[in-house]
């Protein structure tokens, strides 16, 4: 193996550029190194230097990365882990970064026999010009959507191993803790690496799927935490339900089946209602949720915004959680109108004894100013990207030692 850094997947799986010099010195690079190899260490804060690199934080362990990916509100251009030294938790340091198309996040392996590892870059020696190409490697941007799958096609992705969760992770503003996580469902896909839902679930609904893809990732969230290594969280699970799903007259059935399956109590699981298309039918709503509800599953709104149709009606249902939207939340500071909505909600939530959650909190004035408005809980980068289900207790841990901000 040479000095020169190598994409280790074929270029057609995991396209990427080289940014020249002028780029990379026009563009913020913020590395994580992990791994306390001296050669390795000292290489790298030299080309950092040479480069204008604007943060060059150090890791002695794969728990820290975990914590530092997790709690990252920007994220780390690049993180270089020396592979030997990784351990079991490689996979989610491969989750956290390239293993999510949201991450930005290019993972460089130190030194490695790791062998064909997708996405990956490669660097067999510390040297000042692998480094700095290793550096200048850049994935490019994933399309928002993929190309049209067909039915069997995704029938397949269903029924196969290419679905997997992730968990983000909601706070009490007042108290900062844990409440409870949403689950995230995310696809492996051949050409395309791990895709977020916006890029994959749309034709999974449109194909008449939705239930099939709820059913799947009902059985690995809650079988994930039920595992001994989250026993002692008690955290709650909110499992997303399209429309579709919520008036699905099986769908009670197949969430009771998978609860009781794992040992788990209905008070551990909120259901959270996506609405991908108007609630035209309120009566039969109102009698899926009233079946939902009387199960002992408390019941959410997810994504809230002004524009939500029916959004009064959807009120008067018996919801124990309203989610303001990122988009909502994060205009805030600025817009009149958006606070406006979000007071709004808050009158509406409490004259119901319900819960608010802010999603999309990414700084510490937007935390502020939902806890100042009266918002009970906040889910966003600020608290923790959505994680494999393995570096949850990681996260946790973090989080309940984080200095105080509120």
């Known amino acids: 193996m040479n000095d020169r850094p190598t994409r280790l997947s074929s270029l057609a799986e995991h396209p990427f550029r080289i940014k020249t010099s002028q ?72 989750k956290l970064t390239i293993g999510d198309a949201g991450s930005g996040t290019e993972l460089v392996l130190l030194d490695t026999e790791a062998g064909n590892i997708p996405g990956t870059i490669v660097i067999a020696h510390p ?33 196969g191993p290419s679905i997997e969760t992730r968990y983000q992770p909601i706070v009490g503003l007042d108290s900062r803790e844990a409440k409870a996580v949403e689950v995230l469902a995310r696809l492996n896909h051949p050409t395309r690496g791990t895709l977020a839902a916006e890029q994959f679930v749309p034709q999974i609904e449109a194909a008449g799927l939705a239930m099939r893809l709820t059913e799947a990732v009902g059985v690995l969230a809650l079988s994930e935490m039920s595992a001994p290594a989250q026993a002692g969280h008690k955290l709650r699970i909110g499992i997303n339900f399209p429309l579709d799903v919520m008036l699905h007259t099986d769908a009670l059935d197949c969430l009771d089946a998978q609860r009781r399956a794992c040992g788990l109590g209905a008070e551990r699981v909120t259901v959270e209602l996506t609405e991908s298309r108007p609630a035209d039918d309120m009566p039969a709503l109102r009698r899926a949720i009233d079946r939902i509800h009387n199960a ?6 997810d994504d809230a915004v002004p524009t939500t149709p029916h959004l009064t009606a959807l009120l008067e249902l ?24 979000i007071d709004r909600l808050i009158a509406l939530a409490k004259a119901r004894d319900a819960l608010t959650v802010a999603e999309g909190v990414e700084d510490f004035e937007t935390w502020h100013l939902m806890r100042a408005m009266g918002v009970d809980r906040a889910q966003g980068y600020l608290i923790a990207r959505p994680l494999p289900a393995s570096a949850l207790p990681i996260w946790l841990d973090a989080w309940r030692m984080a200095p105080e901000f509120c």
Do not use: C
């Not at 010009?129 to 490697?137: C, E, R, T, V, Y």
């Not at 002992?296 to 709104?301: N, T």
């Not at 919801?319 to 909505?341: E, H, P, Y």
């Open 127 to 159: 040297t000042s010009q692998s480094i700095g190409k290793a550096l200048s490697i850049r994935s490019l941007p994933v399309p928002s959507t993929v190309r049209v799958l067909s039915k069997a096609e995704l029938e397949a992705v269903i029924a």
């Open 318 to 341: 018996p919801i124990a959680m309203l989610k303001i939207d990122k988009s909502v939340v994060q205009q805030a500071a600025t817009d009149r109108q958006a606070r406006a909505f």
């Open 23 to 94: 780029e990379l010195r026009q563009t913020p690079l913020s590395l994580l190194l992990v791994g306390t190899h001296a050669a390795w260490t000292e290489a790298i804060r030299q080309v950092a230097a040479q480069i204008g690199v604007t943060t060059l934080d150090t890791a002695g362990n794969t728990s820290d990365a975990l914590t530092r990916l997790a709690m990252a509100r920007r994220p780390y251009s690049h993180v270089l882990l020396d592979h030997a030294e990784a351990g079991e938790m490689f996979t989610d340091l491969l």
């Open 296 to 301: 002992g599953y408390d019941i959410a709104l």
